[in-house]
């Protein structure tokens, strides 16, 4: 597929994903989270990537949906055309690793694709909101579910009935952002996290990513269960023997990935 909306660079074992439509803070249209959606099946398939960075500009992650597309459309059109579920969601499908590296302003839809990554870093410029409420609706992509689950309730509550936006700095507090850096270091840092993970063994990887979502899809007795069956079936990789004689040979280990 040809990208317009999206620019989409590989850094070794890392691709980086920017969205580009500058002009409208990078307004999340259709073709844009098809091409996103698109981009990302690619990145999973491809054996050489191990991980992806989303990004914006400076300005802006993304100032949400595109209202211009889609203020005419009635509840008829969105539900045959599953609105949100048909593009929107892929990046919570994907097995490699995400991180949301956010500049400037993730609003709305912006808001709720960065917290649909598996960890969110932004720049000490960031600013957070769901002002879907100005507008006589609600957010659309689990941004009422996922913003309570990183921040609670008190906050989640304030943000989606009011559209008060969160500043990078309480973004970290609260725990919607793993860390706050500057502007002009945020693409650095995300990338140097992503070539750590893509250092690490692929399995471990994997099963670490499963079992910290499991956190939030199941009791703590059960997820404690799944992590457990996780942890003991990684004794039966090379990788585990490997990592741990290289700890004890004091070197680098050196991951086959099996
Ligand atoms: N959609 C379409 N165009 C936008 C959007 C947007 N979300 N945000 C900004 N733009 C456009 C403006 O219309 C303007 O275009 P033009 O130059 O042609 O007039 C251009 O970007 C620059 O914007 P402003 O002139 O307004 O610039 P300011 O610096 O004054 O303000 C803001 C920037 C704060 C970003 C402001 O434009 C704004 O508040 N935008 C709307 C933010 C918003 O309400 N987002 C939520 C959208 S609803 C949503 O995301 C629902 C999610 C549900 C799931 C996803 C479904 C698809």
Redesign the pocket.
């Known amino acids: 597929m040809e990208y317009s909306n999206i620019l989409l660079e590989k850094h070794e074992a890392v691709a980086l994903v920017r969205l580009n439509r500058p ?3 990078n ?4 073709a844009l ?1 098809n091409e996103l959606t698109s981009a990302l099946e690619v990145l999973e398939a491809d054996e050489a990537i191990r991980a992806v960075v989303i990004t914006g500009n400076e300005k ?1 992650f ?9 203020h005419a459309l009635d509840f008829s059109r969105a539900y045959r055309q599953r ?2 579920s048909a593009n ?1 969601e892929t990046v919570t499908r994907c097995r490699k690793p995400s991180i949301a590296a956010v500049a400037g ?1 993730a ?6 694709l960065a917290m649909m990554c598996d960890l969110l870093i932004a720049a000490d410029n960031a600013r957070f ?4 409420i ?2 006589g ?1 609600i ?3 689990g ?1 009422t579910q996922r913003l309570t689950r990183y921040v609670g309730k008190s906050k989640a509550m304030e943000m989606c009935l009011t ?1 008060r936006m969160m500043e990078a700095n309480e973004a970290e507090r609260s725990g919607l952002a793993s860390r706050v850096v500057p502007v002009a270091e945020l693409l650095d840092e995300a990338l140097k996290t992503a070539a750590a993970i893509a250092s690490m063994s692929r399995p471990s990887v994997f099963m670490a990513k499963t079992a910290v979502n499991k956190a939030y899809e199941t009791t703590l007795t059960e997820g404690v269960a799944a992590e457990r069956i996780m942890f003991q079936s990684l004794f039966a990789t090379e990788d585990q023997k490997e990592g741990m004689a290289a700890f004890a040979e004091k070197r680098p280990a050196d991951f086959k990935n099996r």
């Open positions: 002009k409208v803070y307004a999340l249209n259709n989270m802006a993304a100032a949400g949906a595109d209202i211009a597309e889609v609105f949100i929107w302003l609003l709305g839809g912006g808001c709720e909101g769901q002002p879907e100005k507008l609706i957010p659309g992509a941004g559209g």
